[in-house]
T-cell receptor, first 114, second 111 residues
């Protein structure tokens, strides 16, 4: 079983569309994250949730809205997609105990906005 | 500041040692990590070190931490072609489980 799974793996869409990426973890972790990796491989945190509660919200346009229906799931909805949103989006999870957080990553969703 | 910097590229011959360096700026970092990313995959944790340690060894991996200079390094002994990947250092600062990643170093291993 895949520990952190995200879907879809590839997403190609037109500018202005709305899309969602889903993430699920079966590790029993309390904390989940969304990271964005750009074409230069720079990895930036976007959001994190601990037990369904938003705890980190970096400077991200409000077109991006995370939703955590339960602690095993963290979805990312993006409204009015722009060319600059093209990137690889990674979901991750960790125990969330605040002691040496070890992140487990999904395999990424490559988003291409045309 | 929270910038974590690494050199972009490192090329070594198979069997040699690789040393990947990282400079961080947040002195309150409690844990520092090394992650590996292979093409088309997510990041995988290799090892980590607590800020009150200065060295940690795990099989072929040796992590050195110099808190005074805010310098972290990863040494890979007997580097293999399968070690070719991008390596990210990362730091956890304070609470909120915030882990900030470095700019990544692409390691190329020449057979």
């Amino acid at each position: 079983d895949t520990a952190v799974s995200q879907t879809p793996k590839y997403l190609v869409t037109q500018m202005g569309n709305d899309k969602s990426i889903k993430c699920e973890q079966n590790l029993g972790h309390d904390t989940m994250y969304w990271y964005k990796q750009d074409s230069k491989k720079f990895l930036k945190i976007m959001f994190s949730y601990n037990n369904k509660e938003l705890i980190i919200n970096e400077t991200v346009p409000n077109r991006f809205s995370p939703k955590s229906p339960d602690k095993a799931h963290l979805n990312l909805h993006i409204n009015s997609l722009e060319l600059g949103d093209s990137a690889v989006y990674f979901c991750a999870s960790s125990h969330g105990q605040g002691q040496g957080e070890k992140l487990f990553f999904g395999s990424g969703t490559q988003l291409s906005v045309l | 500041g929270e910038d974590v910097e690494q050199s972009l590229f490192l090329s070594v011959r198979e069997g040699d040692s690789s040393v990947i360096n990282c400079t961080y700026t947040d002195s309150s970092s409690t844990y520092l990590y090394w992650y590996k990313q292979e093409p088309g995959a997510g990041l995988q944790l290799l090892t980590y070190i607590f800020s009150n340690m200065d060295m940690k060894q795990d099989q072929r991996l040796t992590v050195l931490l110099n808190k005074k200079d805010k310098h972290l390094s990863l040494r890979i002994a007997d580097t293999q072609t399968g070690d070719s990947a991008i390596y990210f250092c990362a730091e956890m600062t304070g609470g909120y489980q915030k882990v900030t990643f470095g700019t990544g170093t692409k390691l190329q291993v020449i057979p």
